[in-house]
């Protein structure tokens, strides 16, 4: 797996963010066998899996991998997502995995993601959009702060990075 800083565009606005202005990760993939049906293509609830590998790759290169979360007996779930499949994805695809952080609360942060494949000609096409909210909660279920050493390192990995598009 390979890991860059990308500065596409995401697909629209999310309301109160411009979403067309976040500098995102990329974590580029090769879709597994085990994530295709029978039908040959990813099965729809398989794409959470690709995005989980995506958002933890990008938690890495913040300097702030999950097992970070776990260690201090923390943990983000998925209280929000929007979801939109315009291609399917199929075996052996070789996908590119784009993650920003589009916003930070106090105890919530919005992950943006997008998944791309080369179409034609070798230009990247876009198959899959995905908007989540996350809460962070203590391994009891009680929403909690987020850790200020993440916020920070956050908010740094992408503020160094600026859109080019």
């Known amino acids: 797996m390979e890991t860059s800083l990308s500065h596409k565009t995401a697909a629209g606005p999310k309301p109160g963010t411009d979403n067309l202005l976040i500098p995102r990760h990329i974590t580029r993939f090769r879709v597994p066998l085990f994530e295709v049906d029978l039908g040959r293509a990813v099965y729809h609830g398989n794409y959470f899996h690709l995005f989980e590998t995506g958002r933890e790759d990008l938690l890495r290169s913040l300097g702030f991998p999950y097992r970070e979360f776990m260690n201090r007996e923390l943990h983000l ?30 105890r919530s942060v919005g992950f943006s993601q997008l998944i791309y494949r080369p179409g034609k000609a070798e230009k990247m096409e ?26 920070t390192m956050a908010r740094n990995f992408f503020e160094k990075r600026t859109p080019s598009e």
């Open 77 to 106: 779930t998925i209280v929000g997502i929007t979801c939109s499949y315009r291609k399917p994805l199929v075996y052996d695809d070789q996908i590119e995995i784009h993650t920003g952080i589009p916003w930070t609360r106090k």
């Open 126 to 151: 876009l198959c899959t959009t995905a908007d989540l909210d996350m809460v962070c909660v203590t391994f009891s279920g009680r929403p909690t702060s987020l850790p200020e050493d993440f916020t």
